[in-house]
Every structure is written in structure tokens, then in C-alpha cells.
């Protein structure tokens, strides 16, 4: 018992792994064995008693198994379960036999539901925050209502675990610090490339996340933009078809190219900052491409820009004329 929990499993009691304890633990804290050991709790255990707060908790991002112990004693102990999608985050709870009620709360509803969370904390209530997956507010709905629970003066209680972000970060070999994360890109032309342009200006290693059918269009204005810097493509984190695409921009595009199937899946894209060697001596494609635009045909001024900078041809081409060289 921790905390004041009476209802759930203490995840120290698991370093001592003798037949006695095993059996401690479910008389005890009703939690039943599956054959994956991951602890549930019992239909009997479900009376609250934490302290009144929003917990904020990070679910799997693939791997069910990555539910935390702690995650699974608080999401059984709360009053109510906030989630993005009820049927997704229904699934996995119910894996681990959670059947706290859950209340939709999504991008839509969030700014208008969040009256009633401060009204159900003023009652006593505690509450969980969940998304689909990974950690709640990054990217995911949660940061307006956090931002209100806290301006209301009640706590918000982290209860830490997967994230797209720190995985994808951890094994890309790449800078920590100083590191910017940037979400998602806008959706419309010109305001991405204000966006990516604006990302690029920052030192440290720059952290994008991109759904898969705009993945080639971001691969291509890395190409175009961030030539010569460390890429890497995070696919599908924890899932059966995981990858992680180390590349240099200006090689980007044609890596997907090379296979439609690797468009598939959620990507998390880091860039890697721009080389100490490079810096000195690094030129702007736009602006040469801009030059010598005025003087030459289409054709040509994406040619010699593209042995001046390193830029694909084909690229270059692309943004002078709207369409695919002939």
C-alpha cells in the first residue's frame, strides 16, 4: 500500500518474486493472473480512494504491455476516465480489467466539457486523462483543460510513460539538447513551408511528428530545405512493422519512392542540426534558385542550383514551375 492506496498494487512488492507473495498480492489487492503477467484489477476493488485531482496518464503508443503498473492502479481508482476515443482506450482497459466509467473528451469537446471536470473536482471527485495513445497534451488533447484544472487551483497529478516523442529521441542518435519540438506542420502549402522554414532557423535537433499521407510531401521539403542534415524517419514505434529510416535530407524523398509500402504509419521525423563544418559554408537553394530564375529557363536554373546546393534537380524544377520536369 502506497500513497494512501488501498485499492491497488504496490509495483515494489513485485521485486521479490517468491510463490507467497504471488498469492499475497492477489488476496490482498485483487488483482487477477493472465498468462502475459500484466496485473488487473478485480470488478471488486473499484471504490475511489485518491485524492481528488486530474491524473494525467500516458497509454501505449503500440505495445499494450508498456501500460505502466501505476497507470493501470490509478486508472482502476479514479472516479471517472477522460479519453479521447472510448473505443479505443475501452480495449486496452479492458485487457487489464479496468472498468472505471469512461467520458468522452476529445478536441472537440474539450474547451466545452471543462466546466464540468472543475465541477466534478470541487465535488471530491478524482479524474484520468488519457488520448489514444502516448501522453495526453502533446499533440493530443488535454493541455486546455490541464491549463483550466490548474487556473482553478486544483492539481494535476503526471503519471509518466510512453511517449512517441522521447522514444523517437532516445534511439535517433541525435542531439537532446538543445532540442525543439514542433508537432505536426500545417495542413496548407505556403504555411508549411513558413513553418518549416521557421523550424530550421533553430539550433539543436528539430522534432516533427507526420501522418502518412503527407510523409512524402515533408520528405521533399527536407530535401529542398534542410540539405545535408541528419534525418531520421521513426515508423510505427512499437508496432509489428517498427522502423527507423537514418538519412541525409536530399536523399528523403527517394527513400520512399524507392517502396510505396513505407508510407505507411505514423511517423515521427527528427532533423538533426546543421554540422559545424557546414555552417560556414552553407548556401540558400531558394535564393540562388530565385537568381538565376530571371536568367534562365526553368530547366536550366534548377540544374546548376542543384550542383551548386546539392538540391535533386527534380525538386528544384518542381517549386520554379508547380509541375514534374517532362
Known amino acids: 500500500m502506497t500513497g494512501g492506496l488501498t485499492c491497488c498494487w504496490h509495483p515494489a512488492m513485485s ?22 503477467l500484466v496485473p488487473t484489477v478485480s470488478q471488486d476493488q473499484q471504490a475511489n480512494t485518491l485524492p481528488s485531482a486530474l491524473y494525467v496518464v500516458a497509454m501505449p503508443i503500440g505495445q499494450w504491455s ?8 490509478v486508472l482502476g481508482c479514479v472516479d471517472v476516465i477522460l479519453a479521447e476515443d472510448t473505443r479505443v482506450s475501452g480495449q486496452i ?59 482553478k487551483g486544483f492539481q494535476v497529478v503526471p503519471v509518466p510513460g510512453p511517449s512517441a516523442l522521447t522514444a523517437a529521441l532516445s534511439v535517433s542518435g541525435l542531439p537532446a539538447a538543445p532540442s525543439h519540438f514542433f508537432g505536426f506542420l500545417s495542413t496548407k502549402s505556403s504555411a508549411r513551408d513558413h513553418e518549416l522554414e521557421r523550424a530550421l532557423s533553430h539550433d539543436g535537433t528539430l522534432i516533427f511528428y507526420e501522418a502518412p499521407h503527407r510523409i512524402v510531401d515533408f520528405a521533399e521539403r527536407l530535401d529542398q530545405k534542410a540539405t545535408g542534415r541528419k534525418v531520421v524517419f521513426a515508423r ?22 524507392a517502396n510505396p509500402d513505407r508510407i505507411r504509419g505514423e511517423f515521427v521525423v527528427l532533423v538533426g542540426p546543421v554540422s559545424t563544418e557546414r555552417t560556414q559554408l552553407s548556401v540558400d537553394a531558394d535564393q540562388i534558385l530565385r537568381v538565376l530564375a530571371r536568367e ?26 508547380g509541375e514534374p520536369e517532362a
Request: with cysteine; proline share 4%.
Open 296 to 321: 534562365l529557363p526553368p530547366s536550366k536554373a534548377a540544374a546548376l542550383t542543384s550542383e551548386l546546393t546539392g538540391v535533386q534537380k527534380r525538386i528544384l524544377y518542381r517549386q520554379l514551375t
Open 93 to 151: 482497459l479492458k485487457s487489464v480489467g479496468v472498468s472505471t466509467r469512461m467520458v468522452s473528451l476529445n478536441a472537440h469537446s474539450e474547451a466545452g466539457k471543462a466546466d464540468r471536470v472543475i465541477e466534478s473536482l470541487e465535488s471530491g471527485q478524482s479524474l484520468a486523462l488519457i488520448s489514444d495513445a502516448g501522453t495526453p497534451g502533446i499533440s493530443d488533447p488535454g493541455r486546455l483543460l490541464v491549463d483550466k484544472v490548474v487556473e
Open 236 to 257: 510505427e514505434l512499437t508496432k509489428t512493422h517498427e522502423q527507423l529510416i537514418r538519412v541525409a535530407a536530399g536523399e528523403c524523398a527517394d527513400w520512399f519512392a
Open 66 to 73: 508498456d501500460l505502466s503498473s501505476r497507470a493501470i492502479e
Open 15 to 36: 521485486a521479490i518474486p517468491t510463490k507467497a507473495l504471488v498469492l499475497t498480492m492477489v488476496f490482498r489487492a485483487g488483482f487477477t493472473r493472465n498468462n502475459n
